[in-house]
């Protein structure tokens, strides 16, 4: 059976790889504040020319009023002028922001009003708890990567940005969330640790594309390849990637409280192309072998190799007459030893042609992979594969 998630899934992040670009920021700073304040960029010199700002922030807290802007100021005598909020169209987002959760702004300025200075500057702010965030300056409109805005070459971010890491415990309250900014990155990895004991609670996985509405994302586990919308804390240890080219925000939220006494210790990094599974400009299987079957019963088509798992993309086998067939795994001679079923029997097959997105249907670690026919009947294909 194909997965029609994980199909979807793989296709729009080829497409993401093989075809979109990211262009990279002529300038950038992060910022952390605790209380009212400014973050300013040093170098003037830097952002001369910068026509399209963004910035954005995620809070950790319990802040229940926020006033955040990006602002701007002429050079007088190699020190800022006035400072004012940027001038120019915001042309997503608002300047300024007045979530308590986070936001995402863009402004493109005019010609006659860039500002050499640039800070990130909290007005107002009520409450306690942390602010991140980060502010990019360009030259060139990020919107237009691939097009007519993107130079050719067109830059590509190559720097992965901090890890984002939260731990939880069984004092920590429901609906906590672990927040970071996807906004000009287009995957993100998730890691849950577990340390201690944990017996209960439940982490969701949402995404935004304004930092306000949330929606839930389905997860790729990158051990399994198994889809998670949410995981039980007491399954143990685990990992996830997913494309999220084209929104803002992503957060890992405690929809069930912990329970225990252990600690699930949350990181989240975002890095600046989908690369949920390694992959080729050929796509994600690059092995693959000739299928040559006569007789009933097992026959290997592809060897064990150490402990490494076989990933199969597609399958395709005709016979010269109808034939029961079933993919099984073993070890020794035509897995004849722990051997197992790997899908089930397919009735009186003539023509057999199997598609497994990236490598989605897997065998177990360190055995061999073998096709089991009901009767002696002659039948040739290929499998393409990757092992490792």
Same mark, same amino acid.
């Given at each position: 059976?194909?997965? !029609?998630?994980? !199909? ?33 960029? &040093? ?43 940027? &001038? ?5 987002? *608002? ?30 702010? #009520?409450?306690?708890?942390?602010? #991140? ?11 237009? *990567?691939?097009?007519?805005?993107? &130079?050719?070459?067109? &830059? ?10 939260? *731990? ?37 996985? %949402? ?56 600690? !699930? ?10 690369? %949920? ?75 057999? !042609? ?13 055995? *061999? ?20």
């Amino acid at each position: 059976m194909k997965p !029609a998630f994980l !199909a979807l899934l793989f296709a729009s992040a080829l497409l993401a790889q093989q075809a979109n670009t990211v262009i990279q920021p002529d300038i950038s700073f992060d910022f952390t504040l605790t209380s009212t304040g400014t973050v300013q960029y &040093p170098n003037s010199t830097s952002s001369l020319g910068i026509k399209y700002w963004r910035f954005n922030y995620q809070t950790s807290g319990g802040f229940s009023g926020i006033s955040i802007e990006l602002d701007g100021a002429p050079d007088s005598s190699g020190a800022p002028g006035s400072w004012a909020t940027m &001038p120019g169209t915001v042309t997503f987002g *608002a300047n300024p922001q007045t979530s308590t959760t986070g936001g995402n702004t863009g402004i493109t300025v005019n010609a006659t009003n860039i500002n050499p200075w640039v800070r990130i500057n909290v007005t107002s702010l #009520t409450g306690s708890g942390t602010i #991140t965030g980060r502010v990019m300056g360009y030259r060139v409109n990020p919107d237009g *990567a691939g097009a007519a805005g993107c &130079p050719n070459p067109c &830059p590509i971010i190559g720097n992965q940005p901090a890890n984002q890491t939260t *731990a939880w415990t069984s004092a920590t309250t429901v609906n906590t969330t672990n927040s970071i900014s996807v906004s000009g990155y287009g995957n993100v990895a998730v890691t849950y640790e577990q340390s201690g004991t944990i017996t209960g609670g439940v982490i969701t996985f %949402e995404v935004s594309a304004d930092g306000t509405v949330w929606v839930p994302i389905q997860m790729v586990s990158v051990g399994n390849q198994g889809g998670n919308f949410t995981y039980p804390l007491q399954n143990g240890n685990n990992a996830w990637q997913m494309y999220v080219g084209g929104l803002t925000n992503f957060r890992v939220r405690l929809s069930t409280v912990i329970s225990g006494g252990g600690t !699930a210790t949350i990181i989240i990094a975002p890095t600046p192309l989908a690369t %949920e599974f390694p992959t080729t400009p050929g796509g994600f299987c690059t092995q693959s072998a000739v299928i040559t079957l006569t007789t009933s019963g097992l026959t290997q088509i592809i060897a064990a190799s150490g402990n490494q798992v076989i990933h199969i993309c597609n399958i395709s086998i005709a016979f010269a007459s109808g034939v029961n067939v079933q993919l099984e795994t073993g070890t020794g001679t035509n897995c004849a030893s722990s051997t197992t079923a790997l899908t089930g029997t397919y009735q009186s097959i003539l023509t057999l !042609a199997l598609d497994f997105v990236n490598g989605t249907l897997n065998t177990p670690a360190g055995v *061999a992979l073998c096709v089991n026919l009901g009767a002696s009947v002659t039948g040739g294909g290929v499998i393409e594969y990757i092992q490792y």
